[in-house]
């Protein structure tokens, strides 16, 4: 066991995500919301501390896509608590949200590639620094946004057509993941 890999720092920041998503749980109203946005706002700076320090590994990887994801899970059961009138859109999300990431990061791991390096114009979009940061910051707004306020004004509409956008990038993920798998099945035999 390798503990300069498990505990780096960008790796550290990730257990200190975990942790504050896992109390969040347990805490009732702002106390959620400070809990979980810290969380969520710490995601900003594990990969920037990764590629600083020259600390990116497989695991660190992993860990921020499956927080990611579990964080997903877990704004979406409490809007759906509060607002159950979003309970088909936000399976559906919940769903392809981990479907997509799974298969393709399952995919990555195949072909031994970094899951942002890919050859699909899409995709290459999506993972620029410069798109894919503020189209997960805002998607966070917006979770945050539908968990603490009931109208449904510009601001609603204007960040649920960027949570629209990050799900057709996820949708491209998961075609580019199923074709590559496909390839690597096929190229194997």
Known sequence: MKSNVIFNVPNSVGYLRIILLVLSVFAPGRGFVVLYSLSSLLDIFDGHLARMFGQCTLLGSCLDMITDRTSTVVISLHIIHKRPEFLQLLVLYIVLDLVSHFIYFHMSALS???????????????????????????????????????????????????????????????????SAISNIHSNGK
């Open 112 to 178: 031994g590639k970094h899951h942002k390096g890919t050859d699909n114009k899409i995709l290459r979009t999506y993972y620029d620094r410069r798109v894919l940061g503020p189209i997960c910051l805002l998607s966070e707004v917006f979770f945050m946004y539908v968990y603490c306020f009931s109208n449904r004004g510009i601001l609603f509409y204007t960040l649920a057509g960027i949570v629209a956008t990050k799900t057709i990038f996820h949708l491209a993920q998961l075609f580019e993941a199923i």
